[in-house]
């Protein structure tokens, strides 16, 4: 697998992507997490400008997960009900999502991102089982509750590879 920065012609396969990745969530009981539309081309658009989106690729090139990755302080993070494991610089997995049709491709995404920053920070909806397992099964710890901008809260995990060794 391969992952690369997005471009604007990736959006509709990006979009696809998203759209399953409700999808499943909404089947396995997660109704709340994201809407119908999100994230929209705008904020699609925005990550691909600011160089945050990235999409993985298989060998011959077909896409099977986007995620986009930020290494500015979120401002969301900035308030935790409970406790970082550190303040050190870090880097923001958000939008991640996968096509379903290879097994561990959301795991080596996240993986790609722990190789690359020794700090990486990542939520998720309570009811998002999946990604709760998986980001434990690699490492994070639950640090608290943040809220989104629109005031809905978030399970908030951290990666350190300072407490990893």
Same mark, same amino acid.
């Given at each position: ?31 709340? !997490?994201?809407?119908? /539309?999100?994230?929209?081309? %705008?904020?699609?658009? *925005?990550? @691909?400008?600011?160089? #945050? ?24 993070? !900035?308030?935790?009900? /409970?406790?970082?494991?550190? %303040?050190?610089?870090? *880097?923001? @997995?958000?939008?991640? #999502? ?68």
């Amino acid at each position: 697998m391969d992952i690369r920065l997005a471009q604007k012609e990736d959006i509709p396969k990006m979009r696809e992507i998203f759209d399953y990745g409700r999808q499943v969530q909404q089947e396995s009981g997660n109704l709340d !997490q994201w809407e119908v /539309g999100y994230p929209s081309e %705008e904020l699609i658009l *925005a990550d @691909i400008s600011k160089k #945050a989106a990235h999409v993985c690729e298989d060998e011959k090139g077909r896409m099977l997960g986007v995620l986009s990755v930020f290494t500015t302080p979120d401002p969301t993070y !900035q308030e935790i009900e /409970g406790t970082w494991l550190n %303040e050190e610089p870090y *880097a923001t @997995i958000h939008r991640i #999502a996968t096509n379903g049709k290879r097994k561990g491709t959301g795991q080596q995404m996240i993986k790609w991102v722990q190789n690359q920053y020794e700090n990486v920070r990542i939520d998720t909806h309570e009811k998002n089982e999946q990604m709760k397992h998986v980001v434990k099964k690699l490492g994070f710890e639950y640090c608290g509750i943040i809220y989104l901008e629109n005031g809905d809260p978030r399970n908030a995990y951290q990666y350190s590879k300072d407490s990893s060794k």
